[in-house]
DNA sequence: AGAGAAGCAGTAATCGGTTACTACGTTGAT
DNA sequence: ATCAACGTAGTAACCGATTACTGCTTCTCT
């Protein structure tokens, strides 16, 4: 209510500028837009008009003739994550070089306000949805996604899910997945290849995709050696005070392993803390590996073996897929783009002793 | 271009929705905004047939008709960095308690991209643009800054300074601070206070608001005690790779200082690497004290005592404050809010030895 | 020199909401 | 019965950009 507009000066349109300048707004626009032949010399006294005026476009206005809002949104389960961040980071690059904004949006994890968040981002018309991040998966709730998929796509947007499964449904949406299985069957090969033979696997939560996929990868490994996984992976969450209490809990009835594969850093660290706690010494008597190769694991020590995820390149292809889908030039929109994962040697992985 | 509208379905609009309901687009838009007195029939018929036609708003065309956004834009220099992250997540919560979407622009540390984007979002119609961290002050960008917040102030949005001087013009702005001053201060009287007599500054860029405030803290609380501060201070970059060169090259030529205040978490993890490097110990050898109470602090080996920052509280400060002025109930909005800060007590510093 | 093409600029319709203004029907007071 | 007041609804003029369509030059080719 307090908000009131034309007032003394008002605002400067392009209207303004076409006086200013002596041509037409048309002639003003074009010149703006660069897609219509324009002489020099309007040009030119187009761009001085703009400049003495120091006008900016109503991105409404332009939103409203047609041309998209020029943002791009991303949802992740929150920004404080360096993981999360990176992603950001990745699609706030991308967007820039593609002239879009980025819009930030974190939804806690919970399913709810993720999809209230897209049926909200579909209004503001951004250019494409991009969700991070791994889902419990739930009937109702991939019913309800891909409603809200087919709409972005009737108002020309598009959705990108990162690191999560496709949707079931017959929906076009973009998929850019990273290995989480093969990443996960990496680390544990290379603590295995280190000649350990105990091996757990300590976080995640039970049911989201992404530690699952994890999971599986751990087993793998395991079994392709002919060794035990039951009752070797420990579930929980994925902060860094769940490694370190579980970790503290499985030393306490006697310590039957010789090396962690952790779901991600936090967890890592958190084991690191445990093991230390307990008055062993990484990697002397136990090996930890995590994931995600953070900014934590080389700060820690000793410093973290990690699975290095490239998050900000996953970011960038999200966005580099999304606007390639606009302009329709995507040969196969329903393939997976899976971008590798490697293992970051560093100091916290060592033979075992004996 | 490939942008097809007005293909079969087109868009759902109000006056599909206002032929739908039997009753007039005004009466539509009125039961959509509710602000104007509406039958409680005329409101069941456009609910009901918006949500048989799945109808959603445009935000342009009402941002174009002069509704406002309903967004906060905020700006930092990077989202990886975890006090800016924390910052951000400030911000989103309070500002999604709020009902606003939260834009996330990344600057890059860039002063001409900062004005751009500022400029950019005015026309966004965002209801406040928070810009968070420490910038060189330089003439022209005052003025340019100041007429900005003019402008903002002419389409209803408010402009909110973070962790920066208020602009020297006198242009309506909101600030808020924190400590940077008083936290140096008080982490350097708290490293003075364990006996230590030799103590440098390291980090932070020459110039920046932010780095010249925590510089001075160190000063006062050193010359208070009558210590020298002269060639004490190198100042660099924040980044840890500065802080590890910087240190590495001070114990280069000679170990002349007992404890290392520093700028952030990022250069005292910097300063531990080449401490450590150089055989020295932390704290026994060497005390460090870091800023910013960062997820780094804690999982650092000696973790590491640092100067907190209430992050989160920062933006959401900001948010709250950015929206009573706009319902025109601050008190006084010349006011500077400054957040305080206090040294969390962890294991890097000690008493110097003999 | 005249016809046709090409290059550039202008007019005005349009996007989808909001809201000032007007109009209508009902109620209540005189 | 008449008129004022009130509550509600409708019409149409905006908001500021884009762009289809039209028209005027200028240039080229015969």
């Known amino acids: 209510m307090s908000r009131q507009r034309k007032q003394a000066g008002s605002r400067t349109t392009i209207r303004d500028v076409a006086a200013k300048s002596g041509v037409s707004v ?105 969700i991070v991040g791994g889902i419990t998966p739930s009937r109702e709730y991939e019913i309800r996604m891909a409603r809200y998929a087919e709409s972005l796509n009737a108002v020309g947007s598009v959705l990108v899910l990162c690191g999560r499964p496709r949707l079931d449904a017959d929906v076009p949406h973009l998929v850019v997945a990273y290995e989480n299985e093969e990443g996960a069957y990496a680390a544990t090969n290379y603590i295995l290849s280190k000649g350990h033979e105990d091996v757990i696997f300590v976080g995640g939560v039970e049911g989201i995709s992404t530690t699952d996929d994890r999971v599986r990868g751990f087993r793998r490994a395991m079994q392709e050696r002919g060794l035990p996984t039951e009752g070797r992976v420990l579930l929980g969450s994925h902060r860094e005070a769940f490694g370190r209490t579980a970790v503290q809990e499985r030393l ?73 889908h606009q302009d329709g030039d995507v040969r196969d929109p329903s393939q997976v783009v899976t971008l590798a994962t490697h293992v970051v040697v560093r100091d916290s992985v060592a033979r075992p002793r004996a």
């Open 26 to 130: 048309a002639t003003v626009s074009r010149v703006l837009a660069g897609n219509y032949p324009t002489s020099e010399d309007a040009k030119k006294k187009v761009l001085a008009a703009i400049d003495e005026l120091n006008y900016v476009m109503n991105a409404h206005a332009r939103g409203l003739a047609g041309q998209g809002t020029r943002t791009i949104a991303i949802l992740v389960e929150q920004v404080t994550s360096p993981f999360y961040a990176a992603v950001a980071q990745g699609v706030e690059e991308q967007a820039a070089a593609g002239g879009r904004l980025c819009l930030i949006c974190t939804t806690h994890g919970d399913p709810a306000q993720e999809l209230a968040l897209v049926n909200m981002l579909r209004d503001q018309g951004t250019d494409a949805v991009i």
């Open 252 to 324: 306490a009835r006697g310590r039957d392993f010789t090396a962690i594969v952790a779901y991600n850093d936090h967890i890592a660290a958190g084991a690191l803390l445990a093991v230390r706690q307990a008055g062993l010494r990484v990697p002397e008597d136990v090996s930890v590996i995590g994931y995600d190769d953070s900014l934590l694991a080389s700060n820690l020590t000793p410093a973290l073996t990690s699975v290095a995820v490239p998050a900000q390149e996953l970011g960038r292809t999200a966005v580099r897929r999304a606007l390639e």
